[in-house]
């Protein structure tokens, strides 16, 4: 169906989903009825980040009696906040709101969250978490330190409570569209863009089924692309050790010549060895971070699709969706849920 045939939407959802075939149908059953309560044209539209278990077919077999779900397939993994990008791309709703697939964001906010934008006429609401008790303490206590450093190297905007799960407004979706950036990091860059926002308290229920698929690599991944996408105070670090080690030397220099002058020599190659150590370290680590800002540009330039879709509901026939050559879809051998 040609793109201008589509009727107009008025809520976009959308699910980055990544081997979340334990959650779907729990997902499905609970979004559902919300959605449908809302008295609002609406679609779902459910990012498949390359998964490799039964995601896909079994989202096209629930979309077989639920015609607002959109199945927006891509190539392969490309992670959680890129997949949001390419849902993001694909939302035509007037209002688009983003929510995990493990029912960690309660899809209940959801008509809250509409009734907020439309009556404070805000064009962002943020789900805010009241209470993470059903978090792990490693993952509270992880957050909690990512968004300390987070409001002191972006600015005092960052909540601490502030996820992905929020709504935006078309003219916010539109400027993110726009983005130039390789990884933008979401939750940093919608406060960063200062439009009136409001906040709807809820909170952070446990992951429904299956496992997180965010591991620790990919949590320090972020940590470096929220740092990096923001700020370029880490490469100033390389000039205030610099100076500190100029100061030092200094030091050592007159402790040096006094010794000296009064018959005696500063003692042992161990001051030597760990002088060398220490600077050799401080100078890896500044190249390292002057290494992750190069390797940014070097994207940058590349210019590469940060994704590529493989197939989108809304513009292939349903019927083909399953003869597009490109697509593997995993059957689903068990039985319906
Ligand atoms: N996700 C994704 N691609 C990935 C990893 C995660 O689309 O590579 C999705 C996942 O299916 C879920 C959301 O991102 O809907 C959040 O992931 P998860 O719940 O595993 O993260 P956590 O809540 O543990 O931080
Ligand atoms: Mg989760």
Redesign the pocket.
């Known amino acids: 169906m040609p793109q201008s045939l589509v009727p107009p939407v008025t809520l976009s959802v959308v ?4 081997n ?1 075939r334990e959650a779907v149908d729990h997902f499905v059953g609970r979004l559902r009825p919300v959605l449908d309560a809302l008295d609002v044209a609406y679609e779902v539209v459910a990012v498949d ?1 390359g998964s490799t278990d039964a995601t896909v077919s079994r989202l096209l077999q629930l979309r077989a009696d639920w015609a607002e779900l959109r199945i927006v397939s891509l190539r392969r ?1 490309v ?2 906040q890129t ?1 949001l990008r390419a849902g993001l791309r694909a939302a035509r709703g007037d209002y688009v709101i983003s929510i ?3 029912l ?1 964001d309660p899809p209940e906010v959801i008509g809250e969250m509409l009734a907020k934008a439309l009556t404070e006429k805000v064009d962002v609401v943020y789900g805010v978490r009241s209470d993470r008790s059903t978090d792990t303490a490693f993952k509270r206590n992880t957050a909690g330190l990512y968004y300390w450093m987070m409001r002191r190297l972006v600015g005092p905007w960052v909540s601490d409570q502030a996820g992905d799960f929020r709504l935006m407004s078309r003219a916010v979706v539109d400027v993110l569209n726009e983005l130039a950036e390789p990884r933008p990091v979401y939750r940093l860059v919608v406060p960063s863009l200062g439009f009136a926002s409001a906040e709807v308290p809820y909170v952070r229920e446990e ?1 429904v089924a299956g496992n ?3 591991p620790l690599s990919r949590m320090i991944r972020l940590t470096f692309d929220s740092v990096t996408g923001f700020s370029a105070a880490p490469l100033k670090i390389a000039t205030w050790l610099g100076l500190l080690s100029f100061l030092l030397c200094v030091v050592l220099i007159v402790t040096g010549l006094v010794a000296w002058g009064t018959g005696g020599v500063v003692p042992g190659w161990t001051s030597l060895y760990i002088a060398v150590l220490l600077l050799g370290g401080v100078q890896l680590i500044c190249l390292g971070l002057l290494g992750e800002y190069v390797g940014r540009i070097y994207m940058a330039t590349q210019s590469r699709p940060p994704f590529l879709v493989s197939f989108d509901t809304a513009t292939t026939a349903p019927d083909s969706v399953e003869s597009l050559d490109a697509v593997t879809v995993v059957a689903d051998t068990r039985p319906a849920a």
């Open positions: 699910t980055p989903m990544y979340e980040d993994n992670g959680h997949a995990d697939a493990d960690q992951r997180t698929k965010y």
